[in-house]
Structure formats: structure tokens, C-alpha cells
């Protein structure tokens, strides 16, 4: 199995290449973004959970990730591998990963980070944002402070997955067509 983290701050294009990606390998996307949204249009009980928090910029709780990413893993038996995007956010999501994934016999092939600077992300994100009606995207402050919560608990899971030598790193600006050329050229040296 093929099982790629695909690592980055909040757009970084993480989403924008997972579509391309899980087309040309076969992969199953997991999308812990996704699927809160989906949560939150179907009004569940996890959705309103969510909801305030990504409206604030905030990470959900690691339980609440990890019980559905351990949902969709039950639900793909037989999938070539995933592609994971937005998961995980944090070391102890990262850890959970681990024993989920050894627990069926396998484990994550390489971490693929996209590098973009900060001033690319806020203006993406607020562009996004005219269209995409998401809350978590209408102004600069709530974008900021998405970017503080990568800082502060997403970027250290790039050490936990050095450490096991399987990170890599893409260059994130630039035409979506050539970093995901450049995604391809790390994906198939694995
Ligand atoms: P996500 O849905 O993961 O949102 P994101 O990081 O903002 O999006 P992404 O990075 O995929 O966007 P993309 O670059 O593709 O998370 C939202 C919230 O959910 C989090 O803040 C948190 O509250 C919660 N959450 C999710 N997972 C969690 C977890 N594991 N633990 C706890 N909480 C969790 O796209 C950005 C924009 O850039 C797009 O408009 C795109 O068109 C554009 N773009 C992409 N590539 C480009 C390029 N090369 N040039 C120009 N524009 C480009």
C-alpha cells in the first residue's frame, strides 16, 4: 500500500493537489477537513461539536479526528492506499496513525510537505473565500490565526515523521500543473 501524509499550512494546496494525486495513483483521499464539513451540513451531533471551533480558526479535538479517520480506514479494506490531507494536525494524531495503520499491517510510505510562505496563504485563502462561503476564510485575522495553530501544533508532526526519514518537501508557489510534477517525482521514488 501506498499511504502518503500530504503535510502543509492551511492553503497550501493540499486539497488542490489530493485531487490530483488520488486520480493518477488510485488512492483513497482522506480529507479530515472534508469530512467535518460534511458533519456539519448534515447536522450532527460531531458537526455542531466542530463547527465553532473551525469557525474560530481552531483545531478539533484529536478524539474527534482520529475516531473518523478510523471509520474511513474500516470502510476502505481493500484500497491501494490513501492519501492523507489535513491528518495528522497534531503529534498525538500522528502517533494515533501509527497504531491504527500497524493494527492492518501497514504503515505511512512518506510525508510529501508543501512549503508556500505566509503572505501566499493569507491571500489564497481570502480569495478562496469570496466563493467558497467558508467561514474560516472570510477575513485576515481568523486566516492568521489558522497559521498560528500550524505553527504552534501542526509543524512539529514534520519531526515525528523526519525522525522515521520518510519526510520530503515540494515547493508549493507556482503553476498547480509543475509542483504536481514535482509531487509525481517524489511519489515515484517511493
Ligand atoms: P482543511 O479543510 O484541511 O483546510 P485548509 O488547510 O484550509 O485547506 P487546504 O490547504 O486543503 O486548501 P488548498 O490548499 O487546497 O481544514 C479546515 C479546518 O478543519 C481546520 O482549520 C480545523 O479547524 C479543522 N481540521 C481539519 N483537519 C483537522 C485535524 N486533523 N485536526 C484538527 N482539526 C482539523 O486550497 C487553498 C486555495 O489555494 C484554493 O482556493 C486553491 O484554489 C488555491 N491554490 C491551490 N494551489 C494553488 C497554486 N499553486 N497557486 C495559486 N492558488 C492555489
Do not use: W
Not at 96 to 118: C, F, H, Q
Not at 154 to 167: C, H, I, L, M, N
Amino acid at each position: 500500500m501506498l499511504n502518503i501524509v500530504l503535510f502543509g499550512p492551511p492553503g497550501a494546496g493540499k486539497g488542490t493537489q489530493s485531487a490530483k494525486l488520488i486520480d493518477k495513483y488510485q488512492l483513497v483521499h482522506l480529507s479530515t477537513g472534508d469530512l467535518l464539513r460534511s458533519e456539519i451540513a448534515a447536522g450532527t451531533e460531531l458537526g455542531l461539536k466542530a463547527k465553532g471551533l473551525m469557525a474560530a480558526g481552531m483545531l478539533v479535538p484529536d478524539d474527534v479526528v482520529i475516531g473518523m479517520i478510523d471509520n474511513k480506514l474500516a470502510q476502505n479494506p481493500s484500497s491501494n492506499g490513501f492519501i492523507f490531507d489535513g491528518f495528522p494536525r497534531t503529534i498525538p494524531q500522528a502517533e494515533a496513525l501509527d497504531v491504527l495503520l500497524k493494527s492492518r499491517g501497514t504503515g505511512i510510505s512518506a510525508m510529501i510537505a508543501l512549503e508556500v510562505e505566509e503572505q501566499e496563504l493569507i491571500s489564497r485563502l481570502l480569495i478562496r473565500g469570496q466563493s467558497s462561503g467558508r467561514p474560516d476564510d472570510q477575513n485576515e485575522t481568523l486566516i492568521a490565526q489558522r497559521v498560528t495553530e500550524y505553527n504552534t501544533k501542526t509543524r512539529p508532526v514534520a519531526d515525528f515523521y523526519k525522525a522515521q526519514g520518510k519526510f520530503h518537501s515540494v515547493y508549493g508557489i507556482g503553476e498547480i500543473e509543475e509542483i504536481f510534477g514535482n509531487l509525481c517525482t517524489v511519489m515515484d521514488s517511493l
